[in-house]
């Protein structure tokens, strides 16, 4: 919530409200140094992915114009301190007639988190929301970093990882933060793991809208069964080159082909 702004001499400020828990950034990396800090609860995860994704369906479904965040992340999601999620920093978000389809623009946003198919045609929908949107999901419930360097090869790459243990047959429950990899919670996280790869989907025809994430993440809906099947052959007939790939191509040339200027390099 906007509660005022300020404008002295070549700054400008906004106030909102106070979020004394500070970003949802803090809470999912392994290598968080503040050994006084609780790690969040399952619940507490599960509650904060239903408020962001309630947050993308107003966006997205909901204002009389549709509205394209562009930079979902860890670290634009405050925490309040009743732990209620609430998306922030609109700064590079694009506004849009229901009814009409965005135009072209400069690739915006923060890298690993940028959908393929953004870079590919410059033109940034809701669907390019709800990939990121699905990479979060995953940092979350796995309390980890989309690239984890010091992880085992396979495990590097956490998207990747998630679905090599789908496709295998394996235990997905293995790439869960083990504080919350319970028995109890099977359901749920299996649940959350496999939306998290539908929404980060390399093929945007393939991601779902955010009125049927809700479906799914309040149990009205359920996810198909063969979902599996579906990503599968979508991932053979797509590109290769995910935003993860892009990713390491520009860390290891140490330059980027975006425009300094419009992407972040995360907080």
Not at 6 to 20: G, S, T
Not at 31 to 56: C, H, M, P, Y
Not at 67 to 87: C, F, T
Not at 182 to 198: D, I, M, S, T, Y
């Given at each position: 919530?906007?509660?005022?702004?300020?404008?002295?001499?070549?700054?400008?400020?906004?106030?909102?409200?106070?979020?004394?828990?500070?970003?949802?950034?803090?809470?999912?990396?392994?290598?968080?140094?503040?050994?006084?800090?609780?790690?969040?609860?399952?619940?507490?995860?599960?509650?904060?992915?239903?408020?962001?994704?309630?947050?993308?369906?107003?966006?997205?479904?909901?204002?009389?114009?549709?509205?394209?965040?562009?930079?979902?992340?860890?670290?634009?999601?405050?925490?309040?301190?009743?732990?209620?999620?609430?998306?922030?920093?609109?700064?590079?978000?694009?506004?849009?007639?229901?009814?009409?389809?965005?135009?072209?623009?400069?690739?915006?946003?923060?890298?690993?988190?940028?959908?393929?198919?953004?870079?590919?045609t410059g033109r940034a929908t809701t669907s390019t929301d709800v990939y990121a949107f699905g990479l979060v999901i995953l940092e979350v419930v796995c309390g980890r970093r989309?690239?984890?360097?010091?992880?085992?090869?396979?495990?590097?790459?956490?998207?990747?990882?998630?679905?090599?243990?789908?496709?295998?047959?394996?235990?997905?429950?293995?790439?869960?933060?083990?504080?919350?990899?319970?028995?109890?919670?099977?359901?749920?996280?299996?649940?959350?793991?496999?939306?998290?790869?539908?929404?980060?989907?390399?093929?945007?025809?393939?991601?779902?809208?955010?009125?049927?994430?809700?479906?799914?993440?309040?149990?009205?809906?359920?996810?198909?069964?063969?979902?599996?099947?579906?990503?599968?052959?979508?991932?053979?007939?797509?590109?290769?080159?995910?935003?993860?790939?892009?990713?390491?191509?520009?860390?290891?040339?140490?330059?980027?082909?975006?425009?300094?200027?419009?992407?972040?390099?995360?907080?």
């Amino acid at each position: 919530r906007l509660l005022g702004y300020c404008r002295h001499k070549e700054h400008l400020y906004l106030v909102y409200d106070f979020m004394p828990n500070g970003s949802l950034d803090k809470y999912i990396s392994r290598n968080n140094t503040n050994e006084n800090q609780e790690g969040l609860t399952w619940e507490q995860r599960f509650k904060i992915i239903k408020d962001v994704a309630s947050a993308l369906l107003y966006l997205h479904q909901e204002w009389v114009q549709v509205i394209i965040h562009r930079d979902i992340k860890p670290a634009n999601v405050l925490i309040d301190h009743e732990m209620n999620a609430r998306l922030g920093d609109f700064g590079l978000a694009k506004l849009y007639d229901q009814g009409f389809d965005p135009q072209t623009s400069k690739v915006a946003g923060t890298l690993g988190y940028i959908a393929p198919d953004f870079i590919r045609t410059g033109r940034a929908t809701t669907s390019t929301d709800v990939y990121a949107f699905g990479l979060v999901i995953l940092e979350v419930v796995c309390g980890r970093r989309l690239i984890e360097r010091r992880a085992a090869e396979n495990e590097e790459v956490l998207v990747d990882w998630i679905l090599e243990l789908w496709e295998q047959g394996e235990d997905m429950l293995g790439a869960v933060e083990e504080s919350i990899r319970q028995e109890q919670n099977r359901g749920q996280l299996e649940l959350v793991l496999k939306l998290g790869v539908l929404c980060s989907h390399q093929a945007a025809s393939v991601r779902p809208a955010m009125s049927a994430v809700m479906r799914i993440l309040n149990g009205v809906s359920q996810l198909p069964d063969n979902l599996l099947d579906v990503v599968r052959d979508e991932k053979l007939r797509g590109g290769t080159e995910t935003s993860m790939t892009l990713l390491f191509a520009v860390n290891s040339l140490g330059s980027t082909p975006f425009t300094d200027s419009l992407v972040s390099h995360g907080r």
